[in-house]
T-cell receptor, first 112, second 114 residues
């Protein structure tokens, strides 16, 4: 199994630009999670999907952030417009049932 | 809000020594998991202990869970330089609508000196 796949691995953009992060969960997993990790705030859950349906998006910082899961094998996290304070590592994770979450390698986002 | 809180925040030991990290949490859980993160990398799952279990072993790892005290500990025996990483506990709890959510602590940064 290839594990959770995220792209791009690194993204550098300028303030005001739109950023789209992509995630392919492990096949057969029915839950998908987006996290953000910073030195100051640690690992924060942004949103998670269960069977492609958003269950809890209370962690999404503001309306500039949106996430979609059009099918069981793909999800996107979009930031529009991006701001320097959005700079962080964004992780996608997936799981089957209620047990172990498997994390992707992360996307390191830098907003200048 | 942070559910799991690790203690200590940082730990430095000599190779061959044992490392113990603790985690406290606040609400009822379904299970508790420990993850490891090497610098600049993703999180890797180490071990899961269910709420009805008290101790679990995996190789050089030993995890205990005390639900009455709402605490867990991770013991790494005979540490190696390669164990240098951040270790996170994560509590899995019911979050409503038939779903369970993992909440992570801020981690313990372990340094193993060769």
């Amino acid at each position: 199994d290839a594990g959770v796949i995220q792209s791009p691995r690194h993204e550098v953009t300028e303030m005001g630009q739109e950023v789209t992060l992509r995630c392919k969960p492990i096949s057969g997993h029915n839950s998908l999670f987006w996290y953000r990790q910073t030195m100051m705030r640690g690992l924060e859950l942004l949103i998670y999907f269960n069977n492609n349906v958003p269950i809890d998006d209370s962690g999404m910082p503001e309306d500039r952030f949106s996430a979609k899961m059009p099918n069981a094998s793909f999800s996107t996290l979009k930031i529009q417009p991006s701001e320097p304070r959005d700079s962080a590592v964004y992780f996608c994770a997936s799981r089957r049932g209620t047990d172990t979450q498997y994390f992707g390698p992360g996307t390191r986002l830098t907003v200048l | 809000s942070q559910q799991g809180e690790e203690d200590p925040q940082a730990l430095s030991i000599q190779e061959g020594e044992n490392a113990t990290m603790n985690c406290s949490y606040k609400t009822s859980i379904n299970n508790l998991q420990w993850y490891r993160q090497n610098s600049g990398r993703g999180l890797v799952h180490l071990i899961l202990i269910r709420s009805n279990e008290r101790e679990k072993h995996s190789g050089r790892l030993r995890v205990t869970l005390d639900t009455s005290k709402k605490s867990s500990s991770l013991l790494i025996t005979a540490s190696r330089a390669a164990d240098t990483a951040s270790y996170f506990c994560a509590t899995n709890a019911y979050s409503g609508a038939g779903s369970y959510q993992l909440t992570f602590g801020k981690g313990t940064k372990l340094s193993v000196i060769p």
